[in-house]
């Protein structure tokens, strides 16, 4: 079935790094632009970043722009998201999250599946 | 950046009633918007997109409606399983941005 499984997180201390990975499955991964979404203990759904199909192209919410990194490696049908920096207001489960196909390989920004999430605490 | 508002933030509902979620955008996004269900725990479940277009496997008591800027979520019989939080989502651009969500509760 399709599906997409998240893993990697973990503590961390402030400043420090982790890299999230996402691993895909039931679908031809190298057609979709895929999206890290991330959630606050309590709070609501936060856009994080999401890449193109072919990995040329990228954006990003602000509140991570020029420390988080996407990026993805077709041949193993595998998402990435790469954290520097890390802060407080980091702490989340984040989601790794399939855009719906377009033909002409553009961003739908439909996010369908989700995975089940994997929780970053940033604490010292 | 379009900025997405729903209400109410909660309500609380029988088995059975008809309920309805609104969702405002900031600017009009003509029908560039999805609706997800997230249960407790779990990850969210696309139910609906392009306002009004509903994804395979969903019960036909959820529907969409709206364009511009005003879009709603109607659930026609609460069923005990729809007890959850919604969330609206805008696809018109980028940075995606999603609603506050509705979370609905058992009266």
């Known amino acids: 079935q399709v599906q997409v499984v998240e893993s990697g997180g973990g503590v961390v201390q402030p400043g420090r790094s982790l890299r999230l990975s996402c691993a895909a499955s039931?679908?031809?991964?190298?057609?979709?632009?895929m999206h890290w979404v991330r959630q606050a203990p309590g709070k609501g759904l936060e856009w994080v970043a999401v890449?193109?199909?072919?990995?040329?192209?990228?954006d990003y919410a602000d509140s991570v722009k020029g420390r988080f990194t996407i990026s993805r490696d077709n041949s193993k049908s595998t998402l990435y998201l790469q954290m520097n920096s890390l802060r407080a207001e980091d702490t989340a489960v984040y989601y790794c999250?399939?855009?719906?196909?377009?033909?002409?390989?553009?961003?739908?920004?439909?996010?369908?599946?989700w995975g089940q999430g994997t929780l970053v605490t940033v604490s010292s | 950046d379009i900025r997405m508002t729903q209400t109410p933030s909660s309500l609380s509902a029988s088995v059975g009633d008809r309920v309805t979620i609104t969702c405002r955008a900031s600017?009009?996004?003509?029908?560039?918007l999805n609706w997800y269900q997230q249960k407790l725990g779990k990850a969210p479940k696309l139910l609906i997109s392009?306002?009004?277009s509903m994804r395979s496997g969903v019960p036909s008591r959820f529907s969409g409606s709206g364009s511009g800027t005003e879009f709603t979520l109607t659930i026609s019989s609460l069923q005990p399983e729809d007890f959850a939080t919604y969330y609206c989502?805008?696809?018109?651009?980028?940075?995606?941005?999603f609603g506050g969500g509705t979370k609905v509760e058992i009266k």
């Open positions: 989502q805008q696809s018109f651009s980028t940075p995606l941005t």
């Open positions: 999250a399939r855009d719906e196909y377009d033909q002409e390989g553009s961003y739908r920004l439909i996010l369908d599946p």
């Open positions: 890449i193109s199909y072919v990995g040329s192209k990228t």
């Open positions: 039931g679908f031809t991964f190298n057609i979709h632009a």
């Open positions: 392009a306002a009004s």
């Open positions: 600017q009009s996004i003509s029908r560039y």
